[in-house]
Nanobody
Framework: QVKLVESGGGLVQAGGSLRLSCAAS????????MGWYRQAPGEQRELVAD???????KYADSVKGRFTISRDNAKNTVYLQMNSLKAEDTAVYYC????????????WGQGTQVTVSS
């Protein structure tokens, strides 16, 4: 089992910044992909960004140029720096750890609320 604990959500005005953190613990597979997803009310959960252990990143088009994902492999932690926040970024943000090579290795954090006021 892997436990993911998120922190850093909150309320911010449009144009502001927040930094989310997610720490993984437990039976960690070191090559797992870590990512951030979000889910707004009435919407499906969507990928925001993810990052491989080698640092290869992927972003949703809606956040490119504004959000930056990074990870500290020694600390088993992934970060999401969110700048120039918009009201449409308001959602619950979830951390994910996934490894295709390991059956069932697909873990989620409890989620952290990000609210952007316009």
């Amino acid at each position: 089992q892997v436990k993911l604990v998120e922190s850093g959500g909150g309320l911010v005005q449009a144009g502001g910044s927040l930094r989310l953190s997610c720490a993984a613990s437990g039976s960690i597979f070191s090559l797992h992909v870590m990512g951030w997803y979000r889910q707004a009310p009435g919407e499906q959960r969507e990928l925001v960004a993810d990052i491989t252990v080698l640092g290869t990143t992927k972003y949703a088009d809606s956040v490119k140029g504004r959000f930056t994902i990074s990870r500290d492999n020694a600390k088993n932690t992934v970060y999401l720096q969110m700048n120039s926040l918009k009201a449409e970024d308001t959602a619950v943000y979830y951390c994910n750890a996934y490894a295709a090579a390991v059956t069932g290795y697909d873990y989620w954090g409890q989620g952290t609320q990000v609210t952007v006021s316009s």
